[in-house]
């Protein structure tokens, strides 16, 4: 009967075919083995492995090995590939639509279905200012029987997304009703969190009801389901962000949900994941133990081989460290003074935009800049003059929303806000293109979970962009996540820390 020594204690804890280990006591020392000891007393406990954590009937719905599933990343950052590595390795992603034309959206959902055959996917959808634009997106995916999708930056819910959500839904004859569209919400406030626990707004399901877009029978059926599925709790992350701690809000959500769903008789339950500040298999647990029925990794997966953005920016996401991010502003809602967590190394992004920010808000006009720093924001930060990129922007908005350009026309501070949010908008596509001219320029959307993982694997060849793929990144998380849960639980019961070396990596 081998006892188990430091080297091997971690291999069975990692080891899916060790499903029972023994723990007993020698000579005053607490052991653990695979195989029962024959001489004494033992605790037999059941090896938990990555499947087993989180929510059943989330892994279930959606047919996933493990819970956890890749949030969107815009502009194709998160990419086809990307979605398909996940769906292959028993995850899930969610395609980046956010920022995409909607045929090279469809060419990417094509691309996913005709690769995963029936394993799982979703597509980001994206609040969007525009509603003919989010509708034109919801029609798609309801026609191309997209099963699930990614619905964020959502305060109210619109039209689009109930549209998408009641589109197909019917009652079985045992009474039992049927949704072939699942919402997997993205919230971190409580108040929208409420929305989308509660059934779909009810002026929404009128308005389609009155345009023909839903049946009567799919209309009824509003009141007696949950806008969606399940609720991904996100804590401070990469790109947007409310910036909350996620040990903080997360168990706060998740009694909510319970509360608020309990107003309802729902025949479902609404589920709670939780996303923000996931980059190591430590911070997977940590999620788990507060509840989350899931997990959802962001930044970690943007340095991927199969992340679309460009191979400079990877090399720059492999050597950041967790001090390296900050807040910045962004270019939707920039005259609102939102802003994004981004790089700081490596490009003078955050400077810049904040700079334009604060002349965007001491200045009526363009022209009321003294004249000296106008001309350092052109050469430093635009690289043209203010005018010729007016001329580009209205060009851009004669074809996507004409009414802006002679309000812009009228209003000087609209139209430095515009032209602001031309390099604001240019920046991240500067990122994703690896443009060797706009180096300083990039606006690499990234949280601390990028700094976490890099510190985790340093020494080992995940170090190195080009060795990091998705689908196992995900995987040695959800693995490693179950190596210390068991390592937790067996010192709990006396075994000595020594016994397990320092990380499942090691
Ligand atoms: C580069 C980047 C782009 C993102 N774009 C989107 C997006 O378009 N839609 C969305 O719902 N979330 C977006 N997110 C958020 C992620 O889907 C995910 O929820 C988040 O990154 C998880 O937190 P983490 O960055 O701490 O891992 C983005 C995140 C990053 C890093």
Not at 442 to 453: S, V
Request: overall charge neutral; proline content about 4%.
């Amino acid at each position: 009967m081998p006892i188990v020594n430091r080297e091997n204690s971690l291999c069975i804890l990692a080891d899916e075919n060790a499903p029972i280990l023994y723990v007993f006591t020698r000579d005053g020392e607490t052991l653990v083995s695979s195989e029962k000891p024959e001489d004494t007393d033992f605790y037999q406990i059941r090896n938990l492995n990555a499947g087993d954590f989180g929510d059943r009937e989330f892994k279930k719905t959606y047919g996933l090995k493990y819970a956890l599933y890749g949030g969107a990343m815009a502009n194709g950052i998160a990419s086809a590939d990307m979605v398909i590595a996940l769906g292959r390795a028993g995850c899930m992603g969610s395609y980046g639509s956010g920022g995409q034309r909607l045929d090279t959206v469809a060419q990417a959902i094509d691309k996913i279905k005709g690769a995963l055959c029936g394993k799982p996917y979703m597509i980001n959808m994206l609040s969007n200012r525009n509603a003919q634009m989010e509708m034109a997106l919801a029609r798609m995916l309801v026609e191309k029987d997209v099963p699930a999708v990614e619905a964020s930056a959502y305060i109210v819910p619109s039209e689009a997304l109930v549209y998408y959500r009641l589109r197909g839904a019917y009652r079985q004859a045992d009474g039992k009703i049927v949704i072939p569209h699942k919402i997997i919400a993205k919230v971190s406030r409580e108040e929208v969190l409420e929305k989308f626990v509660s059934p779909p707004p009810a002026e929404c399901v009128a308005s389609l009801l009155a345009s023909g877009l839903i049946t009567e029978s799919e209309a009824a059926l509003a009141p007696m389901i949950p806008l969606a599925d399940d609720i991904t709790a996100e804590a401070d992350s990469g790109g947007h962000t409310d910036g909350r701690p996620l040990v903080s809000m997360l168990p706060a959500l998740i009694a909510l949900a319970k509360r608020k769903q309990a107003e309802f008789c729902y025949q479902q339950r609404v589920r709670v994941g939780a996303g923000g500040g996931i980059g190591t298999g430590l911070s997977c647990l940590g999620a788990f133990e507060m509840g989350a029925a899931y997990v959802v990794t962001g930044s970690v997966n943007q340095g991927c081989v199969e992340s679309g953005t460009s191979d400079y920016v990877k090399q720059i996401l492999a050597e950041t460290a967790m001090a390296d991010v900050t807040m910045a502003p962004c270019a939707d809602m920039f005259e609102m003074g939102a802003k994004v967590e981004v790089i700081k190394k490596k490009t003078m992004y955050a400077q810049n935009a904040q700079k334009l920010y604060e002349y965007y808000v001491k200045y009526p006009s363009f022209e009321a800049i003294p004249a000296q720093e106008r001309d350092r924001i052109e050469k430093k930060i635009l690289k043209d003059s203010f005018e010729s990129i007016w001329q580009g922007t209205k060009d851009y908005f004669a074809k996507v929303d004409p009414a802006k350009i002679p309000q812009a026309e009228r209003n000087p501070k609209m139209k430095m806000a515009l032209v602001f949010r031309w390099y604001l908008g240019s920046s991240s596509r500067w990122a994703v293109q690896g443009d060797p001219d706009r180096k300083f320029d990039m606006q690499i959307w990234c949280g601390q979970a990028m700094g976490a993982f890099n510190l985790w694997v340093k020494g080992t060849p995940l170090e190195r962009a080009e060795n990091r793929h998705v689908g196992e990144i995900a995987k040695l998380l959800m693995h490693s996540c179950a190596y210390h849960y068991m390592r937790n639980l067996l010192i709990r019961m006396g075994a000595s820390d020594e016994l397990f070396g320092s990380d499942v990596l090691a």
